[in-house]
């Protein structure tokens, strides 16, 4: 079953500044992570609950991605996913805690 995803303006804007960022460097790196990214979206609609829980309170999940180092985090509510960010794993969890308040 695939359940319907959606993602933040913010999350949004988080993956365009690092496929920017990456495009800066080397275009075929920004092409890369954008599909990888495509593909993270893709398992997170087929198997949302396959992904560890980062904050219980609020049914955060996280997804790493394999070769970047960001992760990617969204809610899924039993119906339906809700990404809200994109980072960079060394950011503290504060980087993405405040989209949720």
């Known amino acids: 079953m695939s359940y319907p995803l959606d993602a933040r303006a913010d999350a949004r804007a988080d993956a365009l500044l690092i496929a920017e960022d990456y495009d800066a460097i080397r275009p075929d790196l920004a092409q890369r992570f954008r599909q990888q990214l495509k593909d993270v979206f893709e398992t997170i609609k087929q198997r949302p609950t396959s992904y560890p829980v980062a904050l219980k309170s609020k049914q955060v999940r996280r997804v790493l991605m394999d070769d970047f180092p960001y992760a990617v985090y969204f809610q899924f509510d039993g119906s339906a996913s809700l990404i809200f960010a ?12 405040k989209r949720l308040d």
């Not at 994109?86 to 805690?97: L, M």
């Open 86 to 97: 994109v980072v960079h794993t060394a950011r503290r969890r504060s980087a993405w805690r």
